[in-house]
């Protein structure tokens, strides 16, 4: 069965200092990859989006930047992170390559507070 | 893009009652996804709609795809403790390079 890791599940930086969140994905091959932000007690917004390796398109211009170095593997960047960073991020899934327009499986999630 | 509006925002029920929450959208879709989210956890796929018509129940959940292909549905029949949550509706049109569309949530809350 298909299961995606994100890690870590809490964070908290000061603003200025630099920002990694990786998640994998396990049991499934060649994934559309997913990250989400969520404001406290709001919806969903989508900040990346991957359809293959090295294959990153940007949904809102911001300071963060992904990047997909293997298959089943998206990790989130940011080189000075803001208080507007501040946030719950989500990384997800779906299953065939190139539609994106499929049901999504999410990750627990990562906390990130900056300070 | 396309909009999602998702109707009531937050509930207040008493264990043991219904609860229905509904979305519309400005386009038409071709799928229609119910997720859960409760507190500091991701959302959870609960119910997947694909034929306008379609009714589909998880448990004590059913979802119903809106026969304009604008809307879905989904009620909760005798509410428990561990419904809590916030319940997402989620679309997608036909063209495969679409992105879902997330609805901004139902907050549920049980009174005791």
């Known amino acids: 069965s298909q299961t995606i890791h994100q890690w870590p599940a809490t964070l908290v930086q000061p603003v200025g200092s630099p920002l990694s969140l990786e998640c994998t994905v396990e049991?499934?091959?060649?994934?559309?990859l997913y990250w989400y932000r969520q404001a406290a007690g709001r919806g969903l917004q989508l900040l990346f989006y991957?359809?293959?390796?090295?294959?990153i398109s940007s949904e809102v211009p911001q300071n963060l930047s992904a990047s997909r170095p293997q298959d089943r593997q998206f990790i989130l960047s940011s080189k000075k992170l803001l208080l507007s960073d501040s946030g719950f991020y989500l990384c997800?899934?779906?299953?065939?390559?190139?539609?994106?327009?499929?049901?999504?499986?999410f990750g627990s999630g990562t906390q990130l507070s900056v300070l | 893009g396309q909009q999602l509006n998702q109707s009531p925002q937050s509930m207040f029920i008493q264990e043991g009652e219904d609860v229905s929450m509904n979305c519309t959208s400005s386009?038409?879709?071709?799928?229609w996804l119910w997720y859960k989210q409760d507190p500091g956890e991701g959302p959870v796929l609960l119910i997947a709609?694909?034929?306008?018509?379609e009714l589909t129940s998880n448990g004590r959940l059913t979802a119903q795809f809106g026969i304009t292909r604008k809307d879905s549905f989904l009620n909760i029949s005798a509410s428990i403790p561990s419904d809590v949550g916030i319940y997402f509706c989620?679309?997608?049109?036909?063209?495969?390079?679409?992105?879902?569309?997330f609805g901004t949530g139902t907050r549920l809350t049980i009174i005791p």
């Open positions: 997800a899934w779906s299953g065939t390559r190139g539609r994106t327009n499929e049901k999504l499986f």
């Open positions: 049991g499934t091959s060649n994934p559309n």
């Open positions: 991957s359809v293959g390796i090295g294959q």
């Open positions: 386009s038409i879709f071709n799928t």
């Open positions: 709609l694909y034929k306008a018509g």
């Open positions: 989620a679309g997608a049109p036909r063209f495969g390079n679409e992105k879902l569309t």
